[in-house]
Structures are given as structure tokens and as C-alpha cells.
């Protein structure tokens, strides 16, 4: 079906919330302050063969410090809700639940303050990869099942000291790249890669209860009071079937239950998807009766992190160089159609095409198998590579990235015609920040971060397009259909 046209925030229901999101350690600095202690990517990063560049979130954006002009900054372009994320272990320095760090409290305490003091709604993200590294050398992190126990401590310290004003809650931002690249393949923290082969399952199997863990929690303890909701934040890329052969249909079908069915077949089905089941046998870990009955229906909405999408092809014999758990899946990705045209333009990181109706198919597909579950796209946004001989004009004139955001909202529109029950949207990211293993060489900022300059901010031309639409002006957009 063809839209054309021009999409318009009047394409929206009423009440739908337009955000940025950002992650505690991809801005926030202040390593060794505030009484903070470090987390396991802080720890990761002090070994500099980790990390591209060989920087850290040590300083990050010094968002810490300057989170009174981000939140203006946010305010002035026009947007209702910040989507941000709470480090462990400022609020328990140690992990262990006992002793509340008050400075940390009171850091998140003035951000939250200062957003509804501004008109922006707080979602707060409880866990965005940074756990407490203690946890990781006392108790074994996420391999262990007492950290189910630790993260539902966290939570409900979290719940008790902003829950008043914060209403939507995510337990915790894409288990699936902990789980994969923290605990199977290493390029995340702990970076972990020795059994390649049980412990992916094992960290994702312990997040699943530690989510459904901290939502029995909020039900028991404070959703009469408070009235909040809480969800799990997803990633899943759209996987096309290469060709309408019956095989790779349904390849491409596998790969969707290895990222979303993975954790949400569990909670709304009680058990890992059939594939899965099939296909990674003993390394699979069991649902106990007690833990189904934990997990069962403990989400309010689903939180789909969505950037790209890939061709998949069936693959049942196991390629030399690919990594296990792909191997597993018996599906090949693939960037381009077998005529060798590409399956959409790339953005600077490698894995990022930029195809709009993949968005539009995977809130389809989320809202089918689901029973038209309440979405948020919590982060969606490409990125530009880092280019230290640009000039300031040139960096802020991110014509990609608007046609990106223009494709983007304007295939969520069309999702929630299609009857899709989406209600909020979040660009990924507010800043130009620290990128993970690709330290600042990638960035995702709609707002430009002069590393050279006192890390001064400037609203890209896409932070003006998103402006100029949040005040209802009509914008161009001719979303990709296919
Ligand atoms: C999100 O993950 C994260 O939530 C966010 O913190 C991050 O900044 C943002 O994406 C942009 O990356 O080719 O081996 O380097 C999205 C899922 C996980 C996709 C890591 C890319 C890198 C794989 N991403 N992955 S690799």
C-alpha cells in the first residue's frame, strides 16, 4: 500500500509521545563521582584493546554534569518524553542492595525533577548494560541465578525513590546483546567468549526472570499506588526471506524468534520458541513451574529497538567462520538480493542499512504474534562516522539522517493505521555519545558533541527537522513499501 505524501504529527494518535534516548554510560561521565562505583563497562574499557579507539565513558559527553542544558535543549525542540537510563551502581555502588548510594539517588532525583520541570515525561531504563562489577566478580553476574534477586532489589529501590514521577519503566535495554556479545562472543562487556555455546542462554535465561522479577515486584508493591507501567526493551532486526521459497521463509521466521520470541515467547507463551527449543537443545535452560508462573504476562508494554533489516536465506550446514550463535539459527544474513543490488543504503556502521519498511513489518509482526500488545519504538536512528577534518557546517548538515527519520516516523505512521497499538516513539540518540566498542568513531546524535571544544552541543539539521515537526509542520516523507 502506497502512502506518499507527507507525514505529519497529525498522522498520530492523539496522547503518542515523541522522545530521545540516551544510555548511562554512552553520556553520562563521572566515573569515580558522586560516591558511583564502577560498573563492568567501566572495567571493560580500561583495557584499551577493547575498545576502536581506545577511549572509555570515563568523561563520555559529561552529560552528568550538564544535564541541565540537555534537558533544556530537549525542551526547546519540542519534545514530550526522555528516555533515559539509570546506572546499578550509582544507586548500589557495590551491587548488593544493602547500602542506597544518597548522592546517586539525589543525581536522578534533580535530572527527574528538572525534565518535568521542563514538560518532559520521564522512561527510565534500569538497566542498560552497565552492571555493577561487583556483581560480576562476587556472584557471577548475569550466569548466575542470584542476580534475579540483586536486580529485583535495584528495581525496587528505583521504584521507591522516583516512581512518583516516573510512570513508564523498562527493566532492561536488548538482553539479547548482553547475552550474545557479553557473554558469547566478548565484544561487550564482561566479554566473556569461552563457552560460546551455554552461556548466551544461561545470562539471557537469568534476565528474563530478573525482568519478570522486578515487574512482581512493581505490581505487588507499587502499581496501586503509583499506576506506572513497566516493559522489556527488545532489539530485532526485520529478517526478509531472500527468496518465497519455503525454506528461507522460514529461516527468516527462525531468525525473529532468536531475537524477539527468545525473550517474549517466554513471558506471553511460557516457553522459549520451538525453533530455539530444536535447535539449542541442553544449552537451553528450563522454565521451573515457580519461574512460569513468575514470568507469566509480567509486561505492561513491549519496547522495540529497531534499526535495520537483512535478507535471510536458510543455511542448514555450518559456515567456517560464523559465529556460534548464528550457526545455531541454520539462516544466513545477506545485504543484498541475489541480483546483487543492495538491500538499502548504509549508514557508517557496518551493520546498519537503512530500510524504512522494515520497521513498519516488525511492529506488524510484534503486534500479530502478541495479541496487539501496547509498543514503544524506544530507540530507532543511524549513525555518521566520526570525521575530524569536517567543519562545523558540514557535521551539522546530516541530510541522511533526516531522510532517515523522515522514512522512519513516517512507516511507524503507517504501522499504527495498519492497527498496530503504538504509542511513543524515541530517536536513538539525543547526543552524539560513546558508541560501545566503537568508542566516539560512530555518532548517533541528533545533536552534535564537539569532542575538540569543551564537548559544546549543536542541534544537527535533523534536530530541526524533528522541531519543525513536533510543532506540526508538514515534513516530506515517502516511506519504502514493499
Ligand atoms: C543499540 O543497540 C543500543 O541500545 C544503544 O546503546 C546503541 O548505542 C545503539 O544501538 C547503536 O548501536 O557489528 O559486531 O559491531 C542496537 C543493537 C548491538 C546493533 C551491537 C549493532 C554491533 C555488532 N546493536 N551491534 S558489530
Redesign the pocket.
Given at each position: 500500500t502506497e502512502r506518499g505524501g507527507e507525514v505529519t504529527r497529525a498522522d498520530f494518535p492523539e496522547g503518542f509521545v515523541f522522545g530521545v534516548a540516551t544510555?548511562a554510560y554512552?553520556i553520562e561521565g563521572a566515573r569515580n563521582e558522586g560516591g558511583k562505583g564502577d560498573s563492568i563497562w567501566d572495567v571493560f574499557a580500561d583495557n584499551k584493546e577493547r575498545i576502536i579507539d581506545g577511549t572509555s565513558g570515563e568523561v563520555a559527553v559529561d552529560h552528568y554534569h550538564r544535564y541541565k542544558e540537555d534537558i533544556e535543549l530537549m525542551a526547546k525542540l519540542g519534545f514530550g518524553a526522555y528516555r533515559f537510563s539509570i546506572s546499578w551502581s550509582r544507586i548500589f555502588p557495590d551491587g548488593l542492595g544493602k547500602e542506597i548510594n544518597e548522592q546517586g539517588v539525589a543525581f536522578y532525583n534533580n535530572l527527574i525533577d528538572f525534565m518535568i520541570e521542563k514538560g518532559i515525561q520521564p522512561y527510565a531504563t534500569l538497566y542498560?548494560?552497565d552492571l555493577p562489577h561487583n556483581l560480576h566478580k562476587t556472584v557471577g553476574g548475569w550466569l548466575s541465578d542470584k542476580i534475579v534477586e540483586y536486580f529485583a532489589l535495584y528495581a525496587e529501590a528505583c521504584f521507591a525513590n522516583f516512581g512518583d514521577r516516573v510512570k513508564h519503566w523498562i527493566t532492561i535495554?536488548?538482553p539479547l546483546?548482553t547475552s550474545v556479545?557479553g557473554y558469547g562472543i566478548g565484544?561487550f562487556a564482561p566479554g566473556l567468549c569461552e563457552g560460546i555455546a551455554a552461556e548466551p542462554f544461561l545470562a539471557a535465561h537469568h534476565q528474563i526472570l530478573a525482568h519478570a522479577a522486578s515487574v512482581d515486584v512493581y505490581r505487588r508493591k507499587f502499581k496501586a499506588v503509583q499506576g506506572g507501567q513497566v516493559g522489556f526493551v527488545i532489539?530485532c532486526e526485520w529478517a526478509e526471506p531472500l527468496s518465497d521459497k519455503m525454506e528461507d521463509q522460514a529461516a527468516a521466521a527462525r531468525r525473529i524468534d532468536f531475537q524477539l520470541g527468545w525473550y517474549l515467547d517466554p513471558i506471553y507463551f511460557g516457553d522459549y520458541p520451538e525453533s530455539m527449543r530444536q535447535r539449542v537443545g541442553d544449552h537451553l535452560p528450563k522454565f521451573s513451574e515457580k519461574d512460569r508462573e513468575l514470568i507469566r504476562n509480567k509486561i505492561d508494554f513491549i519496547g522495540l529497538?529497531h534499526?535495520t533489516s537483512r535478507f535471510i536465506a536458510n543455511q542448514p550446514n555450518p559456515q567456517p567462520n560464523e559465529i556460534h550463535f548464528y550457526q545455531v539459527q541454520q539462516m544466513e544474513r545477506i545485504d543484498k538480493w541475489s541480483s546483487g543490488e543492495g538491500i538499502g543504503e548504509r549508514a557508517a556502521?557496518?551493520?546498519l542499512y537503512i530500510l524504512p519498511w522494515g520497521i513498519r513489518k516488525t511492529i506488524n509482526y510484534v503486534a500479530r504474534k502478541y495479541g496487539n500488545p501496547i509498543i514503544y519504538v524506544t530507540?530507532n536512528g543511524m549513525?555518521d562516522e566520526d570525521d575530524p577534518s569536517a567543519t562545523l557546517d558540514q557535521v551539522l548538515n546530516d541530510t541522511k539522517r533526516v531522510g532517515f527519520f523522515k522514512g522512519y516516523v513516517g512507516a511507524v505512521a503507517e504501522a499504527i493505521k495498519d492497527g498496530a497499538d503504538v504509542r511513543g516513539y524515541f530517536a536513538?540518540?539525543f547526543l552524539d555519545?560513546f558508541?560501545?566498542?566503537?568508542g566516539f568513531t560512530k555518532r548517533?546524535g541528533i545533536v552534535y558533541v564537539d569532542y575538540k571544544n569543551g564537548l559544546s552541543r549543536h542541534p544537527k539539521a535533523s534536530a530541526m527537522w524533528f522541531s519543525r515537526f513536533l510543532n506540526g509542520e508538514a515534513v516530506d516523507s515517502k516511506p519504502d513499501t514493499n
Open positions: 544510555s554512552q542498560h548494560w535495554n536488548e546483546q556479545n565484544i532489539d529497538n534499526y556502521s557496518e551493520w530507540e549513525d536513538w540518540s555519545n558508541e560501545w566498542a566503537m548517533f
